[in-house]
């Protein structure tokens, strides 16, 4: 795990987003945990107990393991992690920290009430047993950061050196972004530089119109990276991972055309591997030291997936949309302006073709992201929505999705589920044990 405790710290203090449904405990367990589903089926999704522990204590390690003792007597792993980016955190006791355990339900269905107990679990080295490999762990790569899940990578944080000693190697290092894989074949399923529009990169955020500078008359490009703007990763401030979930939270500069730092990024990725899918959360705080105005398009600005390069290339005839209540025909999808309606949608997915497999990608919207949301589609698989926006240093910009990564298609039953579970969490309650 990487750390940079103070920063974290600040952050989470300074979180706006509305308080997560949880409870505190000021033990170091036992907990008991209530959760209750409310009108949304909760299974084999994470689910997220708030807890405050001593600072410097076993509980407060981020990554250890946790024992959920379920009702009928079974167990499912928890993992202790940071809070998460957006949590607004109260002002506990000196010497107590914030930390959440993460954990998976087989079952909880909408409308159900379940008590458990958690148990911290010793660490292998202090019970005298050998340590094993972990289920999920972050390993570096040369200008990277993979989660690995049994040797194979989930995701990827792909972090370059900006170097603009030459046009080949700027495009290859103008901004960082993640890979998404399938955990199962190690297939990745997203694409990098070059190709259909080089730009396009992973899940990936930009935007191609920034007015900043003195009277906001310096114009920057952050999306397609022109003229030397450019975003640069800066450094990892955390990494987590165990048995449930992993972590990364990183900085990442803008920097305009001027070569000035236009806005500072926290970008965090928390990612679960979950029965039939992975879940990939992602959260993003933007800051501005003086006013900056974000505008743009639909298809060049916002917080986007890009599916891999082969579907533009041999099958893009095969890719089709879901919405909500509606599954589109293969090569039907919807733009703002061109449908001045298709606007700040909950939730939509594309279904395409990789390697010969079909995946579906659920793209989720966090309801408290500012509007109006303008939403894109294309037939290659790039898709995401934006918004105009005018940040203050008194005024951020924070946004956050779900991504629902599987193999094969997506009920639209399924899909409204996973999106409801995001927008609407369960409420989960703790007490000391």
Known sequence: MRLNSLLCASLCLAALASEPTAGFADEAGPWKISVAAGDVDRSNLPLRARITVPDG??????GATVRIKLADGSHVDGQVVPTELFAPLPRGPFGMAHRDIVFVLPKLAAGSTVELQAELLPAAAEAGAAKPEPRLKWAD??????????????????MPTYDASSEEKRLVTYK?????????????????????FTHHRGIFFGYNRISHGDGKKTMSDCWHCLKGARQEH??????VAGPVEGVQRVAIDWMGSDDSKVLGEIRELEIVPAPGGTIIDFASRLVADAPVRLDGDPQHSGVHFRASNEVHDSTKGQTYYLRPGVKAEPGKFRNWPDDKTYVNAPWHAASFVVGGQRYTVLRVNRPENPGEARMSERDYARFGSYFEYELAPDRPLQVGYRFWVQPGELSLDEAARIAADYQTPAEVRVTGG
Request: charged share 25%.
């Open 57 to 62: 204590s076993p509980a407060a390690e981020a």
């Open 141 to 158: 790569e040369p200008g990277a950061a993979a989660l690995l899940l049994a040797g194979k990578p989930v995701v990827r944080y792909e």
């Open 176 to 196: 960082p972004f993640h890979h998404v894989f399938d955990p199962v074949t190690g297939m990745r399923l997203t694409k990098g530089d070059g190709g259909q």
């Open 234 to 239: 800066r450094r990892m401030l955390e990494e």
